[in-house]
């Protein structure tokens, strides 16, 4: 066999496996992109089912302090949280005091915010409530 010959089969193997290396590439590629693709679709298919969830639970207003409609907008405001997923205690905390916006509920939000204000920590919600 001439040198050209060997030069020839070397330069043939020399592609031959980088196009072995190229299509095993290839092949976790596409693998990765049905696994993504697999992520995605549970993904949306999760914010799909919170926003028909945050859609089934409106706003529910200000509260005003008043005593005999507590129950009713606790229940709501629970539910609120629920619906749109505010599980953070910092973040329900806001926004319960978000809502407490007349009367003595506002006074109460005032008082809670100055306190919270002073803290550096994450809020207990069984303190909170």
Do not use: C, P
């Not at 040198?3 to 020399?14: A, G, L, R």
């Not at 009367?103 to 303190?127: F, H, M, P, S």
């Amino acid at each position: 066999m001439s040198q050209h010959q060997e030069h020839n089969i070397k330069v043939q193997s020399e592609q031959l496996e980088s196009l072995k290396i190229i299509e095993e590439a290839s092949e976790r590629t596409i693998e990765y992109m049905n696994k993504m693709s697999t992520v995605l679709v549970l993904v949306n298919q999760n914010n799909e089912q919170a926003e028909l969830l945050k859609n089934m639970v409106l706003d529910l207003g200000w509260f005003d302090g008043d005593r005999m409609k507590f129950e009713d907008w606790w229940r709501e405001m629970r539910l609120f949280l629920k619906s749109n997923q505010v599980m953070e205690t910092d973040n329900r905390i806001t926004v319960i005091l978000t809502h407490l916006r007349e009367g003595v509920a506002r006074i109460y939000a005032q008082k809670k915010l100055d306190e919270l204000d002073k803290e550096t920590g994450i809020q207990d919600w069984n303190e909170f409530i």
